[in-house]
């Protein structure tokens, strides 16, 4: 054996140890490749029926906000009415109250103003 044939033999098992030494991390990245796959995998059968039970909660919620758009016309509705209501009873009410708040107001000025003519005259 020359010098040349034993030192391609260093070579050699020196690279013989680094393709282990790297042998090893490339293992361990293949085992992480496999458990991201589980993981998605996992994933994937989960999300699916959280998908399906947003999808009916937005139904449902959808549902509700109609009712509640039909309850809130109505009122604006009602709302209407009253006001209408209110306005017809100011309006029937209401001018004859001035007239009567005018006259008792009227009727006090006229009593006020004869009482010192009465305390006068008994004196």
Not at 77 to 99: E, H, I, R, Y
């Amino acid at each position: 054996m020359s010098g040349a044939d034993i030192v391609g033999l260093v070579f050699a098992g020196g690279f013989a140890v680094l393709v282990l030494f790297l042998s090893v991390p490339l293992f361990k990245l293949g085992r992480v490749f496999d458990e991201t796959t589980l993981a998605i995998r996992d994933l994937s059968h989960n999300v699916t029926p959280l998908l399906e039970e947003s999808t009916k909660t937005l139904q449902e919620t959808n549902a509700q906000l109609a009712r509640v758009d039909t309850i809130t016309s109505n009122v604006a509705d009602v709302t209407g009415n009253v006001s209408a209501m209110v306005a017809l009873v100011a309006a029937t009410v209401g001018g004859p109250l001035v007239k009567l708040a005018g006259f008792s107001a009227g009727v006090r000025a006229a009593l006020g103003a004869a009482r010192p003519a009465l305390t006068r005259r008994r004196r």
